[in-house]
């Protein structure tokens, strides 16, 4: 029996939004279109999968969006797709639609979510990877880091405008869960004196030395940037107050940058890469590859298996760990 020919092509963003998903829809609908296919937008993710929210978008439906941030497609955590019985109503309505392959992006959790509905229906899928941790197995960057990394650089440069003012120490919490790839790459790029991930726990102790060499080295302020899943502390307040009690040179200030490092206008590099991760990833379905993920390596876009990109997530590289010591001097 020979494998079914894909027409039509559904696509959803899932989980956290990531600038640069735009991008990506833009990319598999018109790369559909060039084939001669028919896409499919499906609106909220694997929840409006479930309830049938989809339509059909042609190349001018994606018009004027490869600059914009968030998801034209909106997106959502599904608790219902989790269950056997939400898998099987997407099912039916990708049926319904007489959609014949689809993609997703997103990250580690919407990647696993697919992985489970392609094997119990065996339907051919494929993942582009989109977040801003880049905690993605396989892939060097996913789409949405380079932006967010660099509104992470900006807002530290902005404090430490205020921070060599005043006699202060700032604290400043970027997102990263169980990932510190954005406060590692936005704290080097940001010159911070020291970089909290959860990755590696080096302690309070650790930290009050750090600190404390930089202030005999002559310096009047300092930049601390930290992971919001770093476990040195219970929390940065606690990291602030400890090292407000032991280093009373310092004035000590906390902010928290938050979901601002979600949104804006994507930069060039993610733009480029959403746009052939999402060709790519169309290609991949026309040649029959399923339950594949694209990813971005040695320079080159390729597409790898699904069950890799959901394997432990991916860690920071401890060869950056170095760069920390030697730049602070």
């Given at each position: ?69 968030g ?5 959502a ?36 979510g ?11 899928v494929?993942?582009?990877p ?41 604290f ?17 790029a ?6 909290l ?16 060499r ?14 919001e ?101």
């Amino acid at each position: 029996m020979g494998r079914k020919q894909i027409d039509r092509i559904g696509v959803l963003t899932s989980g956290g939004d990531a600038p640069g998903m735009n991008a990506a829809i833009r990319a598999v609908v018109r790369a559909g279109v060039y084939y001669n296919k028919e896409v499919y937008g499906i609106f909220r993710g694997y929840e409006g999968l479930i309830d049938g929210d989809i339509e059909r978008f042609t190349a001018r439906r994606v018009s004027n969006i490869i600059n914009r941030g968030g998801t034209i497609l909106k997106t959502a955590r599904s608790e219902r797709f989790r269950t056997p019985e939400g898998r099987k109503q997407a099912y039916q309505n990708l049926r319904r639609y007489g959609i014949d392959a689809l993609a997703v992006i997103g990250g580690d959790g919407s990647f696993r979510g697919l992985k489970v509905f392609a094997d119990e229906f065996d339907f051919p899928v494929v993942g582009i990877p989109a977040t801003i941790d880049n905690d993605i197995n396989g892939t060097d960057f996913s789409v949405g880091f380079d932006t967010a990394s660099n509104t992470a650089m900006d807002a530290i440069d902005k404090i430490r405008d205020t921070a060599s003012s005043h006699n202060r120490l700032f604290f400043i919490e970027v997102m990263g869960r169980n990932s510190g790839f954005l406060a590692l790459y936005s704290g080097i790029a940001g010159g911070a004196e020291d970089i909290l991930i959860p990755e590696e726990n080096r302690g309070l102790n650790e930290l009050l030395f750090q600190l404390k060499r930089s202030k005999r080295s002559g310096k009047t302020s300092s930049i601390v940037v930290v992971a919001e899943g770093d476990k040195t502390g219970e929390n940065v307040f606690e990291l602030a107050r400890y090292i407000e009690e032991n280093l009373k040179e310092y004035e000590v200030r906390v902010v928290i940058i938050g979901h601002i490092q979600r949104g804006g206008s994507p930069t060039t590099f993610d733009r480029v890469l959403a746009s052939r991760f999402g060709v790519k990833a169309v290609e991949a379905l026309l040649d029959h590859h399923t339950k594949v993920a694209t990813g971005y390596r040695n320079n080159d876009v390729i597409i790898y298996p699904l069950e890799e990109a959901i394997q432990a997530p991916k860690k920071v590289s401890t060869k950056l760990f170095p760069l920390i010591e030697i730049l602070t001097t």
